[in-house]
């Protein structure tokens, strides 16, 4: 492992920031401790130029906003800043220091747009350099002082490989013709901002098995994933770390009456009964007292395509899995199911219609715009050419007063080609 410096004063601090106006180029990783806080923040950055490795503590200089310094580098169009999965590095940098950033390459997507099978930084750090990068820490609880040499040494080993690994990247990516696409990349994560955290509020109806209990035990399971949520805020601890979600959905589930039977639940223990126990059961009183009512649509539910829709859905995803073959992409890279779909509604009859899809990727829309607008056309095609199907029998086709060619209740040609939204 490389030597590496620990910066804690702000003296030492503004030296570097000044230092690093003359760097090209520039590793950055940061640590945070959303594992173990309910109010996460940046907990140390480490920075690696060509020569040296610098680990700077933002607790020992009083708080994340006294990181101000890097504000010009980071700002900088002269300074590349690499990160690998730079998407949370800028999300807690922007939130907890109003950083902005200009030119930045991140290793992990430029991995993903050459077609790599695996493309964490520890893979290529082995694919590259056939080295082994340290993975013990990545739970560590990075908001405790002082830090252990393991986590420092786990730390310094992010940034310690970024700055070759950008270069060999560039070279590949120009020679598969794909540095563009990453470039623009790049640009769209720089630009992108964040919305202040919320809480929540239908999140109870995301956890797995909420939709199968009863009225009376979703309205319970509600009250509990309140209660938990304010019992988290008051003691800066993730509400996962408070009572898990399989607890919570049990509790509901049962219904207790006394303590004695909350006791009895699965993730229940002594310490968490005399803690928590009264707020439990405040909580489950509250719920059994009226019924849930109906469940509300939560945010990013979909429309449900008419078969129209479908058929060139099917097809475009039929093209997706042939052109992620032949450009070694993972589909998922390609063209996510996003983005399929909102061409599937679009409906394009040219690659003009695609330029507003807030989904589709410049360069996705530029080299591969014409081939699915192609795709969704054959399948309207191939749908218009099918010739009406006969009902073969069943209650559709026999005594039920709706013989050939009536058209159904809700009069579309098909029920199912509604276009209403899934609950």
């Known amino acids: 492992m490389s030597d590496f410096e620990v910066i804690e004063t702000k003296a030492d601090l503004d ?44 607790l020992a200089l009083g708080g994340p906003a006294e990181l101000a310094p890097l504000g010009p580098v980071f700002a900088s169009p002269e300074t590349t800043t690499i990160f690998h999965a730079a998407e949370y590095d800028l999300f807690v940098l922007k939130r907890d ?50 830090l252990r040499d393991k986590q420092l040494n786990y730390a310094a080993a992010d940034v310690v490989y970024l700055i070759a690994l950008r270069e060999i990247l560039t070279k590949e990516l120009r020679a598969a013709k794909r540095l563009r696409w990453a ?9 992108r901002q964040w919305p202040e955290r919320e809480f929540d509020k239908l999140g109870y109806l995301r956890i797995k098995g909420a939709r199968k209990l009863d009225p009376n035990g979703l ?33 509901a589930e049962r219904k207790p009456t006394k303590l004695a039977e909350l006791a009895e639940i699965k993730g229940i223990t002594d310490l968490l009964l005399r803690r928590l126990g009264r707020n439990i059961m405040a909580a489950v009183r509250k719920g059994r007292k009226e019924a849930h009512g109906p469940i509300p649509k939560l945010g990013g539910s979909r429309r449900r395509m008419d ?17 992620a073959s032949d450009t070694k992409l993972d589909p998922g890279v390609l063209a996510p199911n996003s983005v399929l779909e909102a061409i599937a509604w679009r409906n394009p009859s040219s690659q003009t219609e695609l330029e507003d899809l807030p989904e589709l990727k410049g360069w996705f829309r530029r080299e591969f ?32 007063g709706r013989g050939r060619g009536q058209r159904s209740r809700s009069g579309g040609e098909d029920a199912g080609d509604a276009g209403e939204e899934e609950a």
């Open 97 to 146: 220091c109003g950083f902005s950033f200009d030119a930045l390459f991140d290793t992990m997507i430029s991995a993903q747009l050459l077609g790599y099978p695996s493309v964490g930084l520890a893979s290529l750090a082995e694919r590259h350099y056939g080295v082994n990068l340290p993975k013990d820490e990545q739970r560590s609880d990075w908001s405790r002082r002082p």
């Open 369 to 400: 715009g014409a081939e699915v607008v192609r795709t969704s056309c054959d399948a309207n095609d191939a749908l218009a050419a099918k010739p009406e199907s006969k009902p073969q029998g069943g209650r559709r086709g026999r005594g039920r």
């Open 15 to 58: 030296v570097l920031a000044q230092d690093l106006q003359s760097e090209k180029v520039i590793g950055v990783d940061t640590e945070a401790d959303s594992f173990y806080h309910y109010f996460d923040k940046t907990c140390l950055v480490q920075i690696a130029t060509r020569k040296q490795i610098y680990l700077i503590d933002p």
């Open 307 to 323: 078969r129209h829709a479908e058929r060139r859905l099917a097809a475009l995803k039929a093209w997706r899995a042939e052109r």
């Open 219 to 251: 309205s319970v399971l509600r009250e509990l994933y309140y209660a938990r949520d304010e019992r988290a805020r008051e003691i800066d601890r993730p509400p996962f770390k408070v009572l898990g979600n399989r607890t919570l959905l049990d509790i």
């Open 183 to 191: 470039q623009e990349e790049f640009k769209t994560l720089c630009a």
